[in-house]
């Protein structure tokens, strides 16, 4: 269903039971719609050019989330016009201040660099757990938490400060719903998998 793309790398699944597919291609990287069902897959400009990696839908407001490989890359969310139609809509890039996320409107068309923006050292992976976004940094090593609902972000796991751990290569990630558990992948080092337990209550 798909062809004539290039570097795709993590992606994600949307609530519709499609897949997002997108490009790790530099300040061209788009993002493709790719249904089963269907012959050929949709190309989404309106979820923006840059080094793409992953992506991930909050089911309860349809919004599209979306990470950027680059040192000094954004983490991005798109609001459909309409719920789960990814034709038309708004992006934007995150300002956090004081772990507070304000999203400052930007450009479809190019990487955002807007100095009010912040930048996120390598975004890789993507997933959501509840009502929380996961995201992982691998030049910091770091994996964030951000609060779909407050809308405030905060370190989860910094291998800076956990010299020890096992974790230590971060790159993609995946929840396991019953037990709010992430395994975050290993991209370098020994390449485990590791995996960040649900806190008790």
């Known amino acids: 269903v798909l062809a004539g793309t290039?570097?795709?790398?993590?992606?994600?699944?949307?609530?519709?039971?499609?897949?997002?597919?997108?490009e790790e291609n530099g300040a061209n990287?788009?993002?493709y719609e790719c249904d089963p069902h269907r012959t050929a897959a949709v190309l989404r400009p309106a979820l923006g050019s840059f080094n793409h990696e992953a992506a991930a839908e909050d089911p309860l407001t349809r919004a599209i989330y979306l990470s950027e490989d680059d040192p000094v890359g954004r983490l991005y969310?798109?609001?459909?016009?309409r719920a789960g139609d990814l034709a038309a809509g708004e992006l934007f890039a995150a300002?956090?201040?004081?772990?507070?996320?304000?999203?400052?409107?930007?450009a479809t068309t190019r990487p955002d660099r807007q100095p009010r923006t912040t930048p996120f050292a390598g975004g890789e992976g993507l997933c959501?757990?509840?009502?929380?976004?996961?995201l992982t940094t691998k030049y910091d090593r770091r994996v964030w938490e951000l609060d779909l609902d407050e809308q405030t972000i905060a370190v989860l796991y910094d291998a800076a400060v956990t010299p020890d751990a096992a974790l230590d290569a971060v790159d993609n990630?995946?929840?396991?719903?019953?037990?709010?558990?992430?395994?975050?992948c290993e991209d370098g080092?020994?390449?485990?998998?590791?995996?960040?337990?649900a806190a008790d209550g």
């Open 95 to 106: 300002a956090v201040d004081g772990g507070v996320v304000t999203w400052v409107p930007t």
């Open 173 to 184: 990630c995946a929840s396991h719903t019953p037990s709010g558990d992430l395994y975050v």
């Open 128 to 134: 959501i757990e509840g009502r929380s976004l996961m």
């Open 77 to 81: 969310r798109f609001v459909p016009s």
């Open 189 to 197: 080092g020994n390449m485990e998998v590791c995996l960040i337990a």
């Open 29 to 31: 990287g788009q993002v």
């Open 6 to 22: 290039s570097r795709n790398c993590a992606g994600g699944a949307t609530v519709a039971g499609t897949w997002l597919s997108c």
